[in-house]
C-alpha cells in the first residue's frame, strides 16, 4: 500500500497541515473530533525530513487572502493601504507573506492543503460565505479584516465603526440644513454596504425625515461608470437630491464628473460626502469632504494580534474596533433656499 504524506493526511482528514502538525505533536489546542479524524487518517502515514520539519517548526509565513476581485483590489486604496500595514508588520516580526487575490471560495482550501503558512488574514469577505467556518473547523489561526457582527468570541474582526462614521457624516448633511440626501452604496452582502447604509437610514429617522425610495442607490459592482450613472439618476429628478453620501471617493469622483454633466455645482447645488479620504481627496475641485478610515492601521492591527496567537498556540478572538475621522473640506455647503 502506498504510503500517505502529510499532505494525504490533512486533505482526507479536510484539515491544514498546520492541524496536522499539532496533533502529532500533542498540542492541546486541537478540538476532540478534529484530532479523532487525524488520527484515522495517519493510517499508512510515514513522516519525510521535510515533514517532520513542518510538524516541529513553524514557516514564518502568513497567508493573506483577498476573497475580491484583483481589478477592485489594485485599484482601492483601502485594501492597498493595509496589505502595506500587513506587510511591515509581518516584517517586523520576522515573517513573510503569502498573497492570494481570488473571488474563488476554493483559494483558501488550496492555502491550506498546500501552502506552508501559519495562519491567514482575510479581507474582502462578504457575510454569507463559507469562509469562515471551513478555517473554523480547520483549526487553523486566522483574523478577519473586517465585520460580522456575530461570532465574535470564535472570529477575530479588526474593523471600524462604519454605521457609525455614516451616521455622523448624514448628520453633519442634516445639521447643514439638507433633507433631501441621497446615498450610492455597494452590494449589502458586504458588512461595511449594509452597515452604512443602516447609519444613513438612522440620521435620516432620527430626524425625522421620510427618504425617498430614489435617494437610495446601489449595486453589485460599483464601478466608476456605473456610480456615475446613478448618480445622474437621482440627480434627473424634478425634486432632486441637495446631498449625496458616496461609499468611497472613486463614487464621490464619479458623482462630481455626473453633477457637472448636469449642469450642478459643488457645493452651490450639490454636497458631497466620500468615504476613505484617499490622496485625490484633497485635489479634487472643490476639495472633497471625505471620512478618514484607518487602512494601514487596520491591516498592521491585524497581523500583530494573528502572530503573537500563533506564538502562543491560540487561536486569535474579539473584536478591535478602530476609530474614523471626518475631515471637512470644500464640497458640502447649506443648500439653497428655494
Known amino acids: 500500500m502506498q504510503k500517505k504524506t502529510i499532505y494525504d493526511v490533512a486533505k482526507e482528514a479536510g484539515v491544514s497541515i498546520a492541524t496536522v502538525s499539532r496533533v502529532m505533536t500533542g498540542n492541546a489546542n486541537v478540538r476532540e473530533s478534529t484530532r479523532k479524524k487525524v488520527e484515522a487518517a495517519c493510517e499508512n502515514y510515514r513522516p519525510t525530513a521535510s515533514a517532520r520539519e513542518l510538524m516541529t517548526r513553524r514557516t514564518k509565513t502568513i497567508g493573506v487572502l483577498i476573497n475580491h476581485k484583483p481589478e477592485y483590489f489594485f485599484l482601492n486604496e483601502t485594501y492597498t493601504n493595509a496589505l502595506l500595514g500587513m506587510s511591515v508588520a509581518a516584517k517586523d516580526?520576522?515573517?513573510?507573506?503569502?498573497?492570494?487575490?481570488?473571488e474563488n471560495d476554493t483559494s483558501v482550501k488550496e492555502l491550506l492543503y498546500e501552502q506552508k503558512t501559519d495562519g491567514l488574514i482575510l479581507m474582502g469577505v462578504r457575510k454569507n460565505s463559507p469562509l469562515l467556518q471551513v478555517l473554523k473547523g480547520n483549526e487553523m489561526p486566522f483574523v478577519l479584516v473586517g465585520s460580522l457582527h456575530e461570532d465574535e468570541d470564535t472570529i477575530c474582526?479588526?474593523?471600524?465603526?462604519?454605521?457609525?462614521?455614516?451616521?455622523?457624516?448624514?448628520?453633519?448633511?442634516?445639521?447643514?440644513?439638507?433633507?433631501?440626501?441621497?446615498?450610492?452604496?455597494?452590494?449589502?452582502?458586504?458588512?461595511?454596504?449594509?452597515?452604512?447604509?443602516?447609519?444613513?437610514?438612522?440620521?435620516?429617522?432620527?430626524?425625522?425625515?421620510?427618504?425617498?425610495?430614489?435617494?437610495?442607490?446601489?449595486?453589485?459592482?460599483?464601478?466608476?461608470?456605473?456610480?456615475?450613472?446613478?448618480?445622474?439618476?437621482?440627480l434627473y429628478q424634478s425634486d432632486r437630491i441637495t446631498a449625496m453620501v458616496a461609499f468611497n471617493d472613486s463614487v464621490a469622483m464619479a458623482t462630481y464628473k455626473a453633477a457637472k454633466d448636469c449642469g450642478i455645482a459643488i457645493p452651490e447645488d450639490l454636497s458631497v460626502i466620500g468615504f476613505d479620504d484617499t490622496v485625490v481627496a484633497s485635489y479634487m475641485s472643490p476639495p472633497l469632504t471625505s471620512v478618514w478610515q484607518p487602512s494601514y492601521e487596520k491591516g498592521e492591527k491585524a497581523m500583530r494580534i494573528?502572530?503573537?496567537?500563533?506564538?502562543?498556540?491560540?487561536?486569535?478572538?474579539?473584536?478591535?474596533?478602530?476609530?474614523c475621522i471626518m475631515m471637512y473640506r470644500a464640497s458640502c455647503s447649506a443648500p439653497k433656499q428655494k
Do not use: F
Not at 449595486?219 to 448618480?231: I, V
Not at 494573528?306 to 476609530?323: A, T, V
Open 93 to 102: 516580526c520576522g515573517y513573510r507573506l503569502l498573497l492570494d487575490i481570488s
Open 157 to 234: 474582526q479588526v474593523d471600524i465603526n462604519d454605521q457609525k462614521a455614516v451616521y455622523n457624516a448624514t448628520n453633519y448633511l442634516i445639521g447643514l440644513g439638507h433633507r433631501r440626501i441621497g446615498i450610492i452604496t455597494g452590494s449589502t452582502e458586504y458588512a461595511s454596504c449594509s452597515d452604512r447604509l443602516a447609519g444613513y437610514r438612522q440620521a435620516m429617522d432620527e430626524a425625522g425625515i421620510e427618504i425617498q425610495e430614489e435617494w437610495i442607490q446601489g449595486c453589485e459592482s460599483l464601478t466608476e461608470a456605473k456610480a456615475e450613472q446613478l448618480a445622474k439618476h437621482m
Open 306 to 323: 494573528l502572530i503573537e496567537s500563533i506564538e502562543k498556540g491560540e487561536m486569535p478572538h474579539g473584536r478591535e474596533e478602530l476609530n
